[in-house]
């Protein structure tokens, strides 16, 4: 007994060791917490890898705020999600693509008793639950289902017999992830009786409906549609209520030409906030702001006007007169709130560190918290902090050394200042130069944060300073930082890049000569800019990108951002298209040996975008490789997919960087 204390006290006091890529699918995934009517419990999610089976599963986990119970409430070999409780506390509602009773496949909402026993089969629907909210009596649903075409892939032979073309009806007739898109297939809102189980149609419409918002005594829903006549054209949606009775007729409460989302009810019912985005013509470059419109109509009011940062997360206090919510701000997430009548916006916390999904019911406010060192946890907010409820990953952290990540601010040389972050190599030695990674975020309305990102920590791991700068594009810096990049894609975010390149070599971290850089999507974009503006990088990695746009039109999703931004080739010219599509048409100037990653299912970012770069340079002499993934989509989903592309990033650095030389002399 003695000896087995010992060695177990060894183990526990062990020098703690680099992250490996083994510990990719280690990691859990904690996601959607989301506060039960008393306030007691807080139900969340929790996504696993089974690495022998090559599939990641989610469950669903409740635990008591006052930090007494952590239970797990659902196992099965299917994921679960969206956890929501019914209003009277009695049920835990989710979706699953379970084995069930009905005749459908696919996902459905299954209901969980508090009281004990196994989750039951709620509904058996043939068109897709993308997203379900339960009506205040707890014996309703609002469920926004979406007609779609049959998964080819899912289909029996037998079934693939019966196959018809795909006619096609729509302007904007693809989506990732979604497949192709027809004027009769609809996102729309059903009212669902529990009951019953009998799905009604909401509106009698043919328009796309989202988000669905009960109103505190469940005779309204408000919910967000574009009902213009070019409605597919225009990248715009509005607020609208409508009476919680199958047909009735919507009123539209806002009439912004732009992006209006996320309605939500004030308790005493009388008003609904949302997020107001930018005008249409800035399409991907939309920064939000918080509005509040009466629930009957009338005057639309903008309560965080001088903020110039996007918000999200929006909720009202149990007494309607204070609205609570989320701030992008400059590499961090916070919490904040704001008065209904309008005033100064009120930070709650100072750390540095990211706020996401926040939840609240009763005394319980729930929300993910992360930092640049550690992944997120559920955390709830008590004596103005956040106090950390979950503990999924720290004892796996908890044996893990990681390289410092700091803030850095540099000006390009057009006098724009830049933000971003470095993290330094496991073991850092100042006054030694190292290799240097340029690791670009995709958008690029997106920023580079104060939060747990797996990629920059394994780069640091194997001997890499990492530099993540937020160019021009980024959000985060308010809504002219984002738009600055508008119709001038690969100029201002390179002249940032290659500052934050500069900067750290004058810091004495990285080597000038021993660069690469890389990123994903929009990451990708500018890593094929750089490459093509620049020789000083020894390799490069480049995930979903495109390097001549006009290709692009009318072949990727984004048909209504090239019409608003660019303008069709036909009645703009050439020019402008010609412009961003420098690294496909100058790729002779390019001499950096280049991997290109893609989905081959990918309708955002299309392979063909990696396809002629990949040509281009074989064309012209210059290493590279191309690396498809079959079946996946955007964003690669499968595991050993997923360790693939980090272990082919890993592999192509190391093949034309070489890490610095220690006194011994080793490398």
Known sequence: MKLTLAVFAFAA??????????????????ADPRCSPDGKWVAYTLTSTNVEADKRDTDIWIAAIDGSASL??????????SPRWSPDGRYLAFLSGRPGTGKNKGSQIWLLDRRGGEAQQLTDSKARISAFEWAPDSKRMAIVLRDEEDDIAKLSE????????????????????????????HSRIHLFDIESKKFELLTNTDFEEASPAWSPDGARLAFTSNHAPDWDRVPSSDIFVVDAIPGAPPKKLTSFPGQDTKPVWSPDGKWIAYLKGSDHMMGEYNVTQLAVVPADGGEVRILTASLDRGVSQVSFRADSKVLEFLVTDDMTVYAARVSLQGGPVEKLSTARQVVASTNSAGACTAALVSTVDKPAEVHIWTSGAWKKLSSHNDALMAGISLGATEEVRFKARDGNEAHGLLTKPVGYIAGRRYPALLRIHGGPNAQDQHSWQFDRHIFAAKGY????????????????????????????????????????????VADADNLGVGGWSYGGILTDYLIATTTRFKAATSGAGVAFPLAFYGHDQYIRQYDHEIGPPWKGGLEPWLKIGYPFLHADRIKTPALFLCGDKDFNV??????????????????????????????????????????????????????????????
């Open 158 to 185: 037998k079934d693939k017999e019966k196959l018809r073309p795909i006619v096609l009806d729509r302007y904007s007739f693809k989506r990732d992830g979604e497949g192709y898109l027809s004027a009769k297939k």
């Open 465 to 508: 300073a990492v530099l993540q700068v937020n160019y021009r594009g980024s959000s985060g810096r308010g809504q002219q930082y984002t738009a600055s990049i508008a119709k001038d894609w690969g100029n201002k975010e390179v002249l940032d890049l290659l500052a934050g390149v500069d900067h750290i070599v004058s810091m004495g």
């Open 72 to 81: 797990r409430v659902t196992t099965s070999a299917e994921a679960e999600n």
């Open 606 to 667: 299309p392979l063909l975008g990696s396809e002629q770069m990949y040509q281009a340079l074989k064309n012209v002499g210059v290493d590279t490789q191309l690396v498809i993934y079959p079946g996946e989509n955007h964003g690669i989903a499968k595991p050993a997919f997923r360790r693939d592309v980090m272990e082919r990033y890993l592999a192509w650095y190391a093949k034309y960087l070489k890490m610095p030389v220690t006194e011994s002399g080793d490398r």
């Open 13 to 30: 006091y062990a020098a703690p060791r680099p992250l490996s890529i083994e510990d990719m699918h280690r990691f859990k995934d904690v």
